[in-house]
């Protein structure tokens, strides 16, 4: 098995996003105490590259198309509320439900409401002011690589390897949780082996299941998902 070897670049904030072309696999991190990762993607748009997809994200991010945890605390652990407690389902519905966790619901391009509010709830004034706090607390990390495949396995192993350890599920059945939606087979995802050059700037224990990605990925597949 090939050892695929890659590095972490610092791309700024949501709020201040570097400028990058380059293609592979990217994180959000809260800048909480701890720091946490919150979302693993990937972009393989050659002509733009990364710059491209940030901007997505901070568009929807103000209009109610992102979820959006609201922290009491700006500089505390999200995992707090990321976590779940015995049934995830309806953990999440009572987050939702007591405004700690915004869950959007498409109703066309510019308009979203909360999935477990009533209908006529839309992103309101309040949950706008937050994303003006929120987005400044959310770093970017980048990973160059070349290869879809490659980029597509790697955010699958992160995905699983940290919502597993953290206990981060999803507001409905589903095998993706809040890090984001798996794009490949994961029964393959053990043909790849990778070694990072370093780690971002995270809590010990992330940084550590970063560093042993594949042997934490071999453990969870073995014990059963």
């Avoid at 991010?61 to 959006?68: E, H, L, N, S, V």
């Avoid at 949780?177 to 700037?201: M, V």
């Avoid at 010990?204 to 970063?210: R, V, Y």
Wanted: net charge positive; aromatic share 18%; with cysteine.
């Amino acid at each position: 098995m090939e050892t695929i070897k890659l590095s972490w670049e610092f791309q700024g904030t949501l709020c201040k996003p570097s400028v990058s072309r380059k293609t592979g696999v990217y994180l959000f991190v809260y800048s909480g105490k701890p720091k946490r990762i919150i979302y693993v993607g990937t972009c393989f748009d050659r002509s733009r590259g990364f710059s491209r997809r940030w901007k997505t994200h901070i568009d929807l991010f103000k209009k109610g198309g992102r979820a959006t945890w609201k922290m009491s605390n700006m500089d505390g652990d999200i995992y707090s509320l990321m976590t779940f407690k015995e049934d995830a389902i309806f953990y999440y519905e009572k987050l939702s439900l007591n405004g700690k966790l915004w869950i959007p619901y498409k109703i066309d391009d510019k308009s979203f409401y909360n999935s477990y509010y009533d209908h006529n709830t839309f992103f309101s004034k309040d949950w706008q002011n937050y994303i003006d706090e929120y987005l400044p607390k959310i770093e970017i990390w980048t990973c160059h690589v070349d290869k879809k495949e490659v980029g597509y396995f790697l955010e699958t192993m992160l995905q699983v390897v940290i919502g597993k350890k953290y206990n981060i599920g999803y507001y409905c059945k589903s095998t993706q949780n809040w890090l984001g939606r798996q794009q490949c087979n994961i029964k393959f995802a053990e043909d790849f082996n990778f070694d990072f050059y370093n780690t971002p700037a995270l809590d010990l224990e992330s940084k550590n299941l970063l560093s042993n990605l594949n042997a934490n990925f071999k453990s969870i597949m073995k014990s059963g998902l």
